[in-house]
């Protein structure tokens, strides 16, 4: 069976840090296009950081940031332990929602993969992110 499972998350103060994981089962991460997503109360939900299968593309463009939220989080992924990561500093208020990792077998750009969350094919189940001011 495919799935995703996270990990991570909770609350802290504005300005601190926070790492979310997303452990792989039943597929190798290194062959899909992976993303953090996110959904703000009464918002859509929308791509944080997404990054195309390992072994494709340039370093410049394998990997793609929201522009708020770069230069504060880090996407990675862990071929050992088949698991994806976000790293979150200098966190906000407006960083407050829920964070869902996404993969798609699909073979495409890491801007469309976090532009197209329909061509997910498997989900994280939400793991809540709360910044207090």
């Known amino acids: 069976q495919l799935q995703v499972v996270e990990s991570g998350g909770g609350l802290v103060q504005a300005g601190g840090s926070l790492r979310l994981s997303c452990t792989a089962s039943?597929?190798?991460?290194?062959?899909?296009?992976i993303a953090w997503f996110r959904q703000a109360p009464g918002k859509e939900r929308e791509g944080v950081s997404c990054?195309?299968?390992?072994?494709?593309?340039?370093?410049?463009?394998?990997?793609f940031y929201k522009e708020s939220v770069k230069g504060r989080f880090t996407l990675t992924r862990d071929t050992t332990t088949n698991t994806m990561s976000l790293q979150m500093t200098s966190l906000k208020p407006e960083d407050t929602a829920i964070y869902y990792c996404?993969?798609?077998?699909?073979?495409?750009?890491?801007?469309?993969?976090?532009?197209?969350?329909?061509?997910?094919?498997?989900w994280g189940q939400g793991t809540q992110v709360t910044v207090s001011p």
């Open positions: 996404a993969a798609t077998h699909l073979i495409t750009t890491a801007r469309t993969m976090c532009s197209t969350e329909a061509i997910a094919d498997q």
């Open positions: 039943g597929f190798t991460l290194d062959h899909y296009t």
């Open positions: 990054m195309i299968p390992a072994g494709l593309g340039s370093s410049e463009g394998n990997t």
